[in-house]
């Protein structure tokens, strides 16, 4: 009988896989990424989503986070204009709002294409939802992703309209700031993001910057935010021809990470701590000690309000 790390859950590693159930230590919260390597087809990249939210609810996680176009890796750019929605309507945003309220989760939706203002253009959308299938906060990507190292060339200017809003939600598990894959370069985004105990990256990092810089970039925020990181990437192969670098990873705020996923579908699990964040803020109060300040574009904090009680009848 092999013996095993208590602090190491369990990893789906492909759509049939299983992961164990274990409750999570005391005062923490179970978290978890999903990594796909999805296609064109919406319905399949959906449906295989289900199955994934579903093993990471079965783990324990009580937040989920999706990866960037999640729902749709087109064969060229007018597929995911095609698939794009207005927002609060399609069957896309109906499937993260039915997730959420069926299993009693808080979900991101990694990424949708949303309607843009120009017709041949998506807002690339990071979407919030909570335990009840509200739809509590929208970040659109600032940073478009330009490449070209010759044979490999990318960009997204060319599809994506750009965000220009920076958005933090208030949450059961603390503030949570939202960004998109290549925003992570750019770390005045991150200190733009007033108190965020939480910073998810939903990714679809290519193959050749993911190798170089990915793991990195990701520790880097986690360890100069002192907050946790959830990064959850398309890892694969895509019918397009395009590679992605995969890796989904949670990295607690010392920049330790807790659980990762190389390539393929499958889901990435980690406890976080609220005590232990606050014990490592104290000891080491960085965020007290910044003296110079980004100039900061418009930040739009959501709080989260209570739902309100019903009061008994009078009967």
């Known amino acids: 009988m092999t013996t095993k790390k208590p602090a190491r859950p369990s990893v789906a590693r492909s759509k049939g896989a299983q992961v164990k159930k274990s409750a999570p230590q005391a005062g923490t919260v179970r978290v978890a990424a999903i990594q796909m390597a999805s296609g064109p087809n919406v319905s399949a990249n959906l449906a295989e989503a289900e ?33 794009r929605e207005a927002e609060g309507r399609g069957p896309i945003q109906t499937f993260m709002a039915r997730m959420a309220k069926k299993h ?5 939706g990694g990424s949708v294409p949303l309607e843009a203002g120009a017709a041949n253009k998506v807002r690339n959308s990071c979407l919030v939802y909570d335990e009840r299938g509200k739809q509590v906060a929208r970040y659109d990507k600032i940073h478009l992703f330009g490449l070209d190292l010759g044979n490999e060339r990318y960009q997204e200017a060319k599809l994506i309209e750009p965000g220009d809003k920076v958005v933090v939600v208030s949450s059961p598990f603390g503030r949570i700031g939202l960004s998109i894959c290549y925003d992570l370069r750019f770390p005045e985004l991150y200190r733009a993001m007033p108190d965020v105990d939480l910073i998810v990256v939903p990714s679809a990092f290519t193959a050749t910057t993911g190798r170089a810089h990915f793991e990195t ?42 659980d990762r996923l190389p390539r393929g579908s499958g889901v990435v699990i980690a406890n976080i701590n609220p005590a232990y964040q606050a014990s490592l803020r104290k000891s080491l109060p960085a965020l007290q000690h910044r003296f110079i300040t980004c100039h900061q574009i418009e930040v739009e904090v959501v709080e989260r309000r209570a739902v309100a009680k019903r009061e008994p009848s009078s009967k």
């Open 104 to 108: 009693q989760i808080w979900l991101v």
């Open 217 to 258: 970039l990701i520790r880097a925020r986690a360890i100069e935010n002192l907050a946790y990181v959830i990064a959850p990437a398309q890892g694969g192969y895509h019918l397009s021809g395009r590679e992605t670098h995969g890796d989904s990873m949670i990295v607690d705020p010392w920049g330790v990470v807790l």
């Open 51 to 83: 199955q994934l939210i579903e093993l990471a609810v079965d783990a324990g996680a009580r937040l989920v986070v999706l990866p960037e176009f999640f729902c749709i890796m087109g064969m060229k750019d007018a597929d995911v204009v095609k698939a």
